[in-house]
């Protein structure tokens, strides 16, 4: 059975789960009424993963353009994998844009970005009232999108593990 490489697996898993729990972390410190430390180190927290979330993917994408994946299953449909394709789209597009958007966002909201406390992240913009909101709206369209991209991913993993029986779950899978 054709594999990803362990390489592959490892960036797919890291950053699979470092989403859900960006995801969810977000969730809570949202969740937060009023402003206090537990808030405010969530979103440090937040900003980290989604920092190391980004610097992961771009690893991720130099890894895919330099290692071919193992050859599309004869047994699975063309639109299948026609659908599969555009949905890996959307999850690299959408694995760099929830980052990006979130940074913008915390920059126009005048905050800085210091990576795991220790270092201040380049500022791309300075603070600003008038666009903040919109991009807290783009940052939330946009993890939503995902959050519902994860979902339709790992559904259709299992679909074809549980339903079809085929190695396509199998092949991301380190063992």
């Known amino acids: 059975m054709p594999r990803y490489t362990k390489t592959a697996m490892l960036l797919h898993w890291l950053v699979a789960l470092l989403i859900i729990a960006t995801f969810f972390l977000g969730l809570s410190m949202v969740a937060i009424h009023g402003f206090s430390p537990t808030k405010l180190k969530y979103f440090s927290w937040h900003k980290w993963m989604g920092v190391t979330v980004f610097a992961l993917a771009v690893l991720r994408v130099l890894w895919r353009v330099t290692h071919k994946p193992p050859a599309k299953l004869a047994s699975i449909p063309d639109w299948q994998h026609m659908i599969a394709e555009g949905m890996h789209y959307l999850l690299y597009f959408l694995i760099f844009a929830v980052p990006l ?14 990576y795991l406390g220790l270092w201040q992240m380049p500022a791309v913009m300075a603070a600003n009232p008038e666009l903040k909101p919109v991009l807290q709206n783009v940052h939330y369209i946009l993890t939503m999108t995902m959050a519902a991209a994860v979902v339709a991913h790992a559904l259709a993993a299992l679909k074809h593990h549980f339903i079809d029986r085929d190695v396509t779950l199998k092949r991301m899978l380190p063992l």
């Open 101 to 114: 958007s979130g940074y913008f966002y915390t920059y126009a909201a005048g905050v800085p970005v210091v």
